[in-house]
């Protein structure tokens, strides 16, 4: 499965039909969500069930993270049918006001609801609009995006002001992570996470909401459990970042804990659960990389032509071993009548094989690798299966069904 290419939610609905029972509770799923760093908006991992070819980027991990807490948050909500959980999902983003498509998005993204909730998706990961802001990858993925799991709960439950509840849960969420680091002496890494969270407000504006405390009155009203867990765990991780707690922000902690309704052993896990996954994920986490910024932007451009370079050529390879199992079906005909499932594998292959002329003469032009996704988008057909790693299998495809 592949999150930067289409088709790549349809491929998980057809993978996650044998997985329907994942969870049996959202006390569950949430531990995984902690665990794979989409609760703390550090996207380390995604589902073990899963197959993938290659390395994905965090922003990858982040919207497959995304889709996967979406739709568990459905499954146990009673929810069935993968076709009407897209929909929903499509017609929450669309109350939130979440989508900014422009025409040309419109005229390549096409109609179904699959495909626009793909392109909406993207642009909720991504916290900058322009391309030059989406290289730098210690700013390219949003941070709060846990929030967004939250709402959907809310609007499964027939809860009609999401957009107030959204500011609210933002509105929380920035003033406990701003008071966590005055808690603290902050150093340059603390100032990079604060700039980090501030970016990837959604619903509200850092600068006319004010940071003075009464903010702490708000939470002893706030009564919903899964806001509150979630609000304790990124005050945890906003202490936690320079791997230390000292008494004050313990302090601060505990303050925050008994104002949410939690009692001791309810933070003490918190605060093991970010231990656990710094100490785990701390060389993968970006903004704990310093870098300048001309460093970080050559980087972040070699990580993206090497990522181009080793997927196609990944791709090539299987469409060259894909070719060698023709030859080999070719001369069996020449000894006996294949049957129907060999003379399927001959007529797929044989397309492929014509599909890849003017795939590698695209791929061999100056810029080709990048030029590829481009007429992927234009002519969907126009690669070889080897190329298409969101194609659902005929198995697939009838288990789902």
């Not at 150093?187 to 702490?216: M, V």
């Amino acid at each position: 499965m592949n999150p930067s290419s289409s088709g790549w939610i349809e491929k998980y609905g057809s993978v996650v039909q044998k997985h329907q029972n994942a969870f049996p509770n959202f006390e569950a799923l949430y531990g995984t969500l902690k665990i794979s760093g989409f609760v703390y908006g550090l996207n380390s991992s995604i589902p073990e069930f899963i197959e993938l070819e290659h390395s994905l980027s965090e922003d990858e991990k982040a919207k497959i993270n995304l889709l996967h807490a979406l739709y568990f948050t459905y499954r146990i909500k009673g929810g069935d049918d993968y076709n009407t959980f897209i929909e929903q999902v499509f017609e929450f983003y669309g109350i939130l006001n979440i989508s900014r498509s422009g025409f040309f998005d419109k005229w390549f993204t096409g109609s179904k609801t699959s495909a626009k909730l793909e392109k909406l998706m993207t642009s909720r990961i991504y916290i900058e609009d322009n391309i030059i802001s989406k290289t730098f990858n210690s700013l390219i993925t949003n941070s709060l995006l846990f929030i967004d799991v939250l709402l959907f709960k809310h609007f499964l439950n027939g809860h009609t002001a999401l957009k107030e509840k959204a500011e609210e849960i933002e509105y929380l969420a920035i003033n406990i992570t701003y008071h966590a680091l005055s808690s603290k002496e902050i150093d340059r890494k603390d100032n990079k996470l604060s700039q980090l969270l501030a970016s990837s407000l959604t619903y509200i504006s850092c600068a006319e909401n004010s940071f003075d405390g009464s903010y702490r009155e708000r939470l002893l009203n706030n009564k919903e459990n899964w806001e509150n867990r979630y609000l304790l765990d990124m005050a945890c991780l906003t202490v936690w970042e320079d791997h230390s707690l000292d008494y004050t922000e313990s302090d601060f902690i505990l303050g925050i804990g008994k104002d949410l309704g939690f009692e001791k052993t309810i933070i003490a896990t918190s605060i093991t659960d970010v231990t656990q996954f710094f100490k785990l994920n701390m060389d993968v986490i970006p903004y704990l990389k310093e870098k300048n910024l001309a460093k970080q932007f050559y980087d972040s451009m070699g990580k993206i032509v090497k990522k181009l370079i080793l997927r196609n050529s990944k791709r090539l390879h299987k469409e060259l071993s894909q070719s060698a199992e023709l030859v080999a079906l070719l001369s069996k005909s020449t000894m006996r009548d294949l049957n129907n499932e060999e003379k399927r594998k001959v007529q797929n292959q044989l397309l492929d094989i014509f599909k890849s002329i003017p795939s590698l003469a695209i791929f061999i032009l100056p810029g080709g690798a990048i030029l590829l996704p481009i007429f992927i988008k234009l002519i969907p057909k126009l690669l070889p299966s080897a190329f298409d790693e969101n194609r659902i299998d005929e198995e697939e495809d009838l288990y789902r069904k």
